[in-house]
């Protein structure tokens, strides 16, 4: 996510896609997440810029905290986010 979001600083178009256990870096306490203790601030570093995530919609949790900052999500399909990568040009993948 740090990566990514110096790549959105330096003006450039970047998606975010979160699929299968990615989407717990939504989660309200990604303390036990490596980076853990910085995910919030990069959060809330897209979120000011307005960088949505696209989330695999079976992915989801159920969990009322997920997602609690209230970020732009945009549940996608397994075949949208192919869709996705099919359009894009450069990808970083974790």
Known sequence: MRIGLGIVAGENDVTFVLLGAGVHLLDEDTDDLVDGDDIAKFRANLKALGVPFH????????????????????????????????????????
């Open 55 to 94: 989330v695999e919609k079976d992915a989801v949790p159920s969990d009322p905290t997920w997602n609690a900052d209230g970020h732009s999500v945009m549940p996608v399909t397994r075949a949208e986010i192919a869709g996705l990568v099919q359009r894009g040009r450069r990808f970083l993948v974790f």
